[in-house]
């Protein structure tokens, strides 16, 4: 069983979930984790569960624009904020325009966000989009899109590692075990 976990991440949170993942996943089976600038195709339809999370810009995924912005926060944030080493690239929304169709196959994934804290209503979530085209795409979306969260100063609160190893190791598991 091959899962591969596509993640896009500016100042490291998303990355740092994307880890957490996979450490819930490893014992179940070969787990990767590929920045969306980096996955090959082969990578992509090899696999057999396809888990892809980004963060939250503008109650969305992250646009040319908004990555730039969030680039020119940090620059602006006398180091508080750091941009990830691979944020560099294309994002995720670039990615979905090139990523391979498994209609027919069914390729069971899941999608998950970092956001702030708050009503979805006033923060949106970047999973939803990322679920739905995957869906488009002709992926099986296998559970409910999550969100990590993050505080207004853009650093995952307190106990949100655990919480998405947890949510691999009990809600994931059962449909990466599965296949």
Do not use: C
């Not at 990830?84 to 209609?103: K, M, S, T, Y």
């Not at 956001?115 to 559970?143: C, D, F, Q």
């Amino acid at each position: 069983m091959r899962a591969l976990i596509v993640f896009e991440s500016m100042y490291g949170n998303t990355h740092a979930i994307a880890d957490a993942l996979a450490s819930g996943l490893r014992p179940h089976g070969e787990v990767e984790v590929v920045h969306v600038g980096k996955v090959t195709p082969a990578q992509v339809v090899d696999a057999d569960f396809l888990v892809v999370g980004g963060p939250t810009h503008v109650h969305g995924m992250t646009s040319t624009t908004t990555r730039k912005g969030a680039v020119d926060t940090a620059g602006n944030s006398g180091g508080v904020l750091v941009i990830d080493p691979e944020a560099a690239g294309i994002g995720l929304r670039d990615w979905f325009e090139v990523l391979p169709d498994v209609q027919g196959h069914g390729t069971p994934a899941v999608a998950f966000d970092t956001r702030t804290e708050g009503p979805l209503l006033l923060t949106g979530h970047a999973s939803k989009g990322i679920a739905a085209r995957l869906a488009k795409h002709g992926y099986s979306v296998v559970a409910k899109p999550e969100s990590f969260l993050v505080d207004k100063g853009n650093h995952l609160l307190d106990g949100e590692l655990d919480r998405a190893k947890a949510w691999a190791q009990t809600a994931l598991v059962s449909r990466f075990a599965a296949r």
